[in-house]
């Protein structure tokens, strides 16, 4: 059984026995108000005849039977029996039978123990043994004239059926619960139908199976069904996004292993050579050394490059932030640069204010501002400018601009500038001894900063790189 359907007869059988439950209750309820009205007519023509007694009584204060005889008949309640009773028991008047010697005591009655100890008190359906049959019982209590007042009628078929309980509200009953039954089964089965194909789609996504099937293709029409739908769409999305950073994770292998394939080549060669020829002369050696060791630097900041890369997909979380003058790191980078500036016949201007905070990570930030130094002294070409300006946006977010004078890029390689380990000129590149990396770091570090990136060429020409940092 679905868990539908045992939500459905779980449910179903609760309100069954609430619905019984509360028939039950509201018969019993209904039958004693109908007692308790039939007992207060009675009490109220006893009482009628405690008034009429205090009147009619004989001069020695006796009951006058016969003019009980006629308010009985004036006042008259089809098979109505009147008994008055002392208060040890004795019948001293009955408007049936008139033959009181052979009465049988009455102290015992159920009524007339009621009576005596509250005033008031009532019996249904009990035999009588004088005049036979069962009677409804009501009888009151004249502490004054020390006896009990005691109505009767016959509990016959007339008297069961105007104290039955009113059917009509138990076929109201069963009306709603088969309303309810419907409508909870439509509820139920929607709720079902989307759990039993979520528990297939479960089942398959958890055996790697197609998801795109007609058991799956629709959901009912509410807001179970499109939250279903949610989420096997979410789940879609994060298999295609899983499947494409595989593919990406595929090309950045092949490129590294391409990217190490050319250094490690040369660096091999150039020892090869060394190590077959002994006889070498010490300039030729001295020079295959140094372009081992010049291969080898290309290797360390490969690496390097590509470790940073890493932390930047995989441990952000582990990445501590801090507060990070960003005006003096970009000072300490100028000092770095300067002698390779000075090669170029390059200047690097910033207009900057004298502090600027920001909450980041200071190892990523000056990678930024180093990236894109390195970058524009490789290839915005000799005498040119560099310039860095910050402005302030927010409370918190700063926007920098960072721009050269050079040659620039065409607008075709605009786009794919921050891909890793594309080049606009391949050859011009690993002779720079670039990576390939640099602008890939750069975007990388400042998406975890909370920023935007974008890349364009200046109407005076050049290349500006636009970013903020939060």
């Given at each position: 059984?679905?868990?539908?359907?045992?939500?459905?007869?779980?449910?179903?059988?609760?309100?069954?026995?609430?619905?019984?439950?509360?028939?039950?209750?509201?018969?019993?309820?209904?039958?004693?108000?109908?007692?308790?009205?039939l007992n207060l007519h009675l009490q109220d023509y006893n009482y009628r005849l405690a008034d009429m007694i205090e009147t009619c009584s004989n001069s020695d204060g006796s009951i006058n039977g016969e003019m009980v005889?006629?308010?009985?008949?004036?006042?008259?309640?089809?098979?109505?029996?009147?008994?008055?009773?002392?208060?040890?028991?004795?019948?001293?008047?009955?408007?049936?039978?008139?033959?009181?010697?052979?009465?049988?005591?009455?102290?015992?009655?159920?009524?007339?123990?009621?009576?005596?100890?509250?005033?008031?008190?009532?019996?249904?359906?009990?035999?009588?043994?004088?005049?036979?049959?069962?009677?409804?019982?009501?009888?009151?209590?004249?502490?004054?004239?020390?006896?009990?007042?005691?109505?009767?009628?016959?509990?016959?078929?007339?008297?069961?059926?105007?104290?039955?309980?009113?059917?009509?509200?138990?076929?109201?009953?069963?009306l709603m619960i088969t309303i309810l039954s419907i409508t909870l089964y439509r509820f139920i089965s929607r709720l079902d139908s989307n759990i039993t194909k979520l528990n297939i789609f479960a089942q398959r996504a958890?055996?790697?199976?197609?998801?795109?099937?007609?058991?799956?293709?629709?959901?009912?029409?509410?807001?179970?069904?499109?939250?279903?739908?949610?989420?096997?769409?979410?789940?879609?999305?994060?298999?295609?996004?899983?499947?494409?950073?595989?593919?990406?994770?595929?090309?950045?292998?092949?490129?590294?292993?391409?990217?190490?394939?050319?250094?490690?080549?040369?660096?091999?060669?150039?020892?090869?050579?060394?190590?077959?020829?002994?006889?070498?002369?010490?300039?030729?050696?001295?020079?295959?050394?140094?372009?081992?060791?010049?291969?080898?630097?290309?290797?360390?900041?490969?690496?390097?490059?590509?470790?940073?890369?890493?932390?930047?997909?995989?441990?952000?979380?582990?990445?501590?932030?801090?507060?990070?003058?960003?005006?003096?790191?970009?000072?300490?980078?100028?000092?770095?640069?300067?002698?390779?500036?000075?090669?170029?016949?390059?200047?690097?201007?910033?207009?900057?204010?004298?502090?600027?905070?920001?909450?980041?990570?200071?190892?990523?930030?000056?990678?930024?501002?180093?990236?894109?130094?390195?970058?524009?002294?490789?290839?915005?070409?000799?005498?040119?400018?560099?310039?860095?300006?910050?402005?302030?946006?927010?409370?918190?977010?700063?926007?920098?601009?960072?721009?050269?004078?050079?040659?620039?890029?065409?607008?075709?390689?605009?786009?794919?500038?921050?891909?890793?380990?594309?080049?606009?000129?391949?050859?011009?590149?690993?002779?720079?001894?670039?990576?390939?990396?640099?602008?890939?770091i750069v975007k990388n570090a400042v998406l975890l900063h909370g920023g935007t990136i974008k890349v364009g060429n200046r109407p005076t020409g050049g290349l500006q790189f636009d970013f903020t940092l939060a």
């Amino acid at each position: 059984m679905t868990v539908g359907k045992r939500l459905f007869w779980g449910t179903l059988s609760l309100f069954l026995i609430f619905a019984v439950l509360f028939i039950v209750f509201q018969q019993n309820r209904e039958k004693q108000f109908k007692i308790d009205m039939l007992n207060l007519h009675l009490q109220d023509y006893n009482y009628r005849l405690a008034d009429m007694i205090e009147t009619c009584s004989n001069s020695d204060g006796s009951i006058n039977g016969e003019m009980v005889d006629k308010y009985v008949k004036k006042h008259y309640i089809r098979d109505l029996r009147v008994t008055f009773i002392n208060i040890d028991g004795k019948v001293i008047y009955d408007n049936r039978r008139k033959d009181y010697d052979n009465f049988s005591n009455h102290h015992d009655r159920k009524e007339v123990v009621e009576a005596l100890k509250t005033g008031k008190g009532f019996d249904i359906s009990r035999e009588s043994n004088t005049v036979g049959g069962d009677f409804f019982y009501s009888a009151t209590l004249l502490k004054d004239r020390n006896m009990l007042i005691r109505t009767a009628l016959p509990y016959n078929n007339d008297l069961a059926e105007s104290l039955r309980a009113d059917q009509h509200y138990i076929w109201f009953a069963l009306l709603m619960i088969t309303i309810l039954s419907i409508t909870l089964y439509r509820f139920i089965s929607r709720l079902d139908s989307n759990i039993t194909k979520l528990n297939i789609f479960a089942q398959r996504a958890d055996h790697g199976e197609s998801l795109d099937t007609e058991d799956l293709a629709q959901f009912p029409d509410d807001e179970l069904g499109e939250i279903s739908e949610s989420i096997i769409k979410i789940y879609k999305r994060l298999q295609k996004t899983k499947e494409e950073q595989n593919e990406l994770k595929r090309q950045l292998t092949q490129n590294v292993a391409h990217e190490l394939k050319t250094p490690v080549a040369s660096i091999q060669g150039y020892l090869e050579t060394i190590m077959e020829n002994p006889n070498i002369d010490n300039d030729k050696r001295s020079l295959f050394l140094e372009r081992c060791y010049a291969q080898s630097k290309r290797l360390t900041s490969l690496l390097r490059d590509i470790s940073t890369l890493n932390r930047l997909d995989d441990a952000t979380g582990l990445i501590e932030f801090e507060d990070v003058d960003v005006t003096s790191v970009i000072r300490q980078i100028a000092k770095e640069i300067s002698l390779q500036l000075e090669e170029r016949g390059m200047t690097l201007e910033t207009n900057l204010p004298e502090k600027i905070v920001v909450k980041g990570a200071q190892g990523m930030i000056y990678s930024i501002f180093r990236n894109l130094t390195d970058n524009a002294i490789a290839y915005a070409g000799n005498n040119t400018q560099v310039t860095i300006t910050a402005e302030r946006t927010s409370s918190a977010e700063w926007h920098f601009t960072f721009c050269d004078n050079g040659v620039g890029v065409e607008q075709k390689h605009l786009d794919r500038l921050f891909e890793r380990f594309y080049r606009v000129d391949k050859g011009r590149s690993r002779k720079m001894g670039g990576t390939g990396l640099g602008l890939a770091i750069v975007k990388n570090a400042v998406l975890l900063h909370g920023g935007t990136i974008k890349v364009g060429n200046r109407p005076t020409g050049g290349l500006q790189f636009d970013f903020t940092l939060a």
